[in-house]
């Protein structure tokens, strides 16, 4: 039986840091949903009300053109392994990029990533659960290597260029701000 709840409690603390994948949901009021999949432990929890969760490079930026025009956040987490259970975050998110301030500060809490893009803070304001007795059980494996790999070979000038090309536009043609 689904519950709310306005803050994150403990054992969903817990749950949540055991969790090697989440899902990301924002929308503008007329553009298309994006449900983004995330993982490479980029998330973190700051206490009862706020999170973190760091963005690397990847082929759109839409989370981003969203918040930009939108705030809303959702992040939805699913066992996959163990007792059943669905977590959502509902909240309103900022976007923290390389250039600001408080980026530094922030960044140190998740370790080196290339092609790390954004952190977006999310003050969470609905923690809902649910039965997830729908969700099918899967094994972890591992992280893939592939972004990390691909970032690498990229560097630093190389990925600012792929930003340019490929993230600087959403889907529904608004301009992203990148770092």
Not at 89 to 101: F, S, T, V
Not at 111 to 127: K, P, T
Request: hydrophobic share 40%.
């Amino acid at each position: 039986m689904g519950e709310r709840y306005t803050e994150i409690n403990e054992k969903q603390m817990d749950f949540i840091k055991k969790q090697h994948l989440f899902f990301v949901g924002t929308a503008t009021a007329d553009s298309r949903i994006n449900i983004s999949p995330k993982g490479m432990d980029a998330f973190r929890v700051l206490d009862k009300n706020r999170v973190l969760w760091l963005n690397v490079t990847g082929s759109g930026n839409e989370t981003a053109a969203h918040v930009q025009h939108n705030d809303r956040m959702t992040i939805m987490f699913c066992a996959f392994e163990g007792a059943p259970n669905i977590l959502r975050l509902y909240g309103h998110a900022k976007i923290i990029q390389p250039h600001d301030a408080i980026w530094q500060e922030h960044y140190a809490l998740f370790g080196a990533f290339e092609g790390a893009r954004q952190i977006f803070d999310m003050h969470v304001d609905l923690v809902q659960t649910s039965c997830g007795f729908g969700v099918p059980l899967f094994d972890y494996v591992a992280e893939r290597g592939t972004l990390h790999t691909w970032a690498q070979k990229k560097g630093e000038a190389g990925i600012r260029d792929y930003w340019l090309e490929k993230n600087a536009v959403s889907l529904d043609g608004e301009s992203i701000k990148t770092g």
